[in-house]
């Protein structure tokens, strides 16, 4: 797994001129996925836009949950009707709002081109996305817990807790 801190090099680190000019060549096509499929060939800048979206979904993450900020997430109001009222839609709907690019990388790793039409297979994702995303939060910020509590109701006096 790598992790990847910002650095001062982030602030100084140009393009080789051939990556220049591969840019500009396609640039001048004005063919926007032309563009960006050339983009993501080039190593350094697919490392650089991958890095920005880190600092994205960071910046967004750091003020989950965080109640000064009124931003109260969907995973940190674990009252009894709360908890009867859970449900998976509200959850991707968080995730989709708060981190869209992780949603739809997800929804791409889980769904074939032909399934991402059919809305049964859709609807069938909600739950997978809903804990992938809400596991991920918990790991943040220990106070997005509303699924990890529903689950443990649900698994209360069962066989999984031996």
Known sequence: MRFRKGTEKEKTETIS??????IVTRLRTMNMYSVVSCLLSMN???SAIVHQLMKEIMSVMSVSGNRKHGDVSYLMKKDFANLKSFNWHSVVDEAARKCPVLVDLAVA???SKADMERVDAQNSLFPKLGLVYSILANARNRE???TQRVVSMLLYDNICDQ
Do not use: A, F, W
């Not at 001129?17 to 591969?22: G, K, P």
């Open 17 to 22: 001129n051939s990556d220049y000019t591969q």
């Open 44 to 46: 350094n800048i697919r």
């Open 109 to 111: 790793l889980s769904l």
């Open 144 to 146: 997005l817990s509303k």
